[in-house]
């Protein structure tokens, strides 16, 4: 039983916000894994770009055929599934909804879960990936859903 619920995530499965959003960006990028950074460049006050790391990779998490298909599912559940409020105009998003169990023996209120990536119209590749945990949703025990509280 331990095994089947680790692999939906149950159990003893642990993972920051900060690692599911790099899974996210890591399907949005083809597989490759981003190196976090707090700063994306530093500008005047006037606008003038005084410094911009380099994006850097950390590793190659899976192939690009099996990160194009995750991404495939993660737009469709977000246009046709679960992560619906998610939707931008303009935009593809593609999302994977979640509902995280807690405390000893599932006592706690369950976590709702959001992770998901964007791309602007005209942009040549999603530019922002996210992962936004609710941990006292304002629901029912049983209402709470990543769909339904994290998504929005």
Not at 18 to 41: N, T
Request: charged share 20%.
């Amino acid at each position: 039983a331990q095994l089947a619920l680790s692999s939906i995530g149950q159990y003893d499965t642990r993972a920051t916000p900060l690692q599911m959003a790099l899974v996210a960006s890591a399907v949005a990028s083809g597989g490759s894994v981003p190196r976090p950074r707090l700063v994306e460049r530093t500008t005047t006050h006037g606008g003038r770009l005084v410094d911009a790391p380099p994006s850097r990779t950390l590793r190659q998490a899976m192939s690009p055929s099996t990160a194009a298909r995750l991404r495939e599912l993660m737009v469709d559940a977000v246009e046709k599934g679960t992560g619906r409020r998610a939707a931008i105009e303009g935009a593809t998003v593609g999302g994977k909804t979640g509902t995280a169990q807690h405390g000893v023996g599932n006592e706690g209120t369950p976590y709702a879960w959001f992770v998901s990536w964007a791309q602007g119209r005209d942009e040549p590749s999603p530019q922002v990936a996210v992962a936004v945990v609710v941990e006292d949703a304002s629901a029912d025990r049983g209402e709470i859903s990543g769909g339904g509280n994290a998504a929005p």
